[in-house]
């Protein structure tokens, strides 16, 4: 095995394979480390010993063109074939049901504004999936999105389609976003051409719940940075489309301080409450101690880091773990004190799909 990522950026018209071609990742002690490194970054929701945060060196580089590779793929698509996908039931599971109320009691009692409850899905294959043809087919659907399919020894194989930036930066200025909220399209609304999404007035109507959920994104993001930043510019919510989802989004553009690096930045963000919860560090805990699965690199965060290309990072959502005889997808929604347990059942079948629909042509 050789540790590699093949990555491609929202938009994009090129892919880029990053190929280590000495030893394995490198692990990383903390964010902190994250200040001196090059390379692609993979990271867990929680560091631990077994699931290291992860920097896959760039020893070699590849430029892939998308069209080329989706036009082979468009000749040569195969499904991959499946034994199971509860996925597609309609009702509740039991274990969803125990989470979703001992999740939610908590908001009720007032020990959390707003908690994420994830949960994972496994599909049985009957052969070993081809993890780069699924990678070209969720560019070719996802334009929008940031696609990775991660391989690493000690993490295993990873692919995610996410709406999600972290961080990034360019010659100037620093970036992040406060994204929350989901509603799930209808055929006809899928439809509807890009400037729709761009257009200053949503073209969707949002919940009370949703909004309240992206506000309090933005404010924790906004908090964070006052710590760190200066010259802090923030966008008002708008709409954003991620395949067959939009989500609310509000932008932050800023000037890190000279004392602070991305290490810094990345320690005080992550876990956003749009994975996590608020307060944050009782949140992280209760998570890690009363959902029935681990994470991993799931909610974590991934991308390049380079001294020309600067800074990308997004949030690992809508993610499958392959296996060749399974896939284990994950997917989790943000509970507030009137979130309902359907609807948020309904939210995660709905963003599971992202990475589902992928096992067929």
């Not at 125990?98 to 009957?126: D, M, N, P, Y």
Request: aromatic share 10%; with cysteine.
């Amino acid at each position: 095995m050789t540790d590699f990522a093949l990555f491609r950026e929202p938009h994009a018209t090129h892919a880029t394979r990053y190929v280590q071609l000495h030893g394995e990742a490198q692990s990383l002690p903390n964010y902190a480390a994250l200040n001196h490194v090059q390379g692609f970054v993979f990271a867990p929701f929680a560091i631990e010993d077994d699931c290291p945060l992860l920097v896959i060196a760039p020893d070699k580089v590849e430029q892939l063109d998308v069209e080329t590779h989706v036009s082979t793929l468009a000749r040569n698509a195969t499904a991959v074939e499946t034994t199971t996908a509860s996925n597609s039931q309609q009702q509740v599971s039991q274990s969803y049901q125990e989470s979703f109320h001992r999740f939610h009691q908590q908001l009720v009692q007032g020990q959390f504004a707003k908690i994420v409850l994830s949960r994972t899905e496994e599909v049985t294959l009957k052969h070993a999936p081809n993890a780069e043809e699924l990678f070209w087919r969720a560019c070719q659907r996802y334009p929008r999105l940031f696609i990775a399919l991660v391989n690493t020894r000690s993490a295993g194989t990873w692919l995610m389609a996410t709406p999600e930036v972290l961080v990034r930066n360019d010659m100037h200025r620093w970036h992040t976003m406060a994204l929350a909220g989901t509603m799930r399209l209808t055929s006809e609304q899928q439809k509807w051409p890009d400037q729709t999404w761009n257009s200053p007035t949503p073209p969707l109507e949002w919940s009370a719940k949703n909004k309240e959920e992206q506000r309090l994104v933005a404010r924790y993001i906004a908090q964070c940075l006052a710590h760190l930043a200066d010259n802090i510019e923030e966008t008002p919510p708008y709409t954003q489309r991620a395949g067959g989802l939009v989500h609310l989004r509000s932008d932050f553009a800023f000037t890190l301080k000279p004392a602070y690096g991305l290490g810094d930045l990345v320690q005080m963000l992550h876990p956003t409450p749009a994975i996590c919860g608020l307060p944050k560090a009782e949140a992280w805990r209760f998570i890690s101690d009363n959902e029935p699965h681990r994470r991993l690199y799931y909610s974590g965060f991934c991308g390049p880091v380079t001294a020309n290309g600067g800074t990308k990072l997004y949030v690992s959502l809508r993610c499958m773990q392959l296996w060749p005889n399974k896939a284990c997808l994950y997917a989790g929604g943000g509970l507030l004190k009137d979130s309902t347990e359907e609807q948020e059942w309904e939210e995660t079948r709905a963003k599971m799909e992202t990475m589902l629909g992928l096992m067929q042509p």
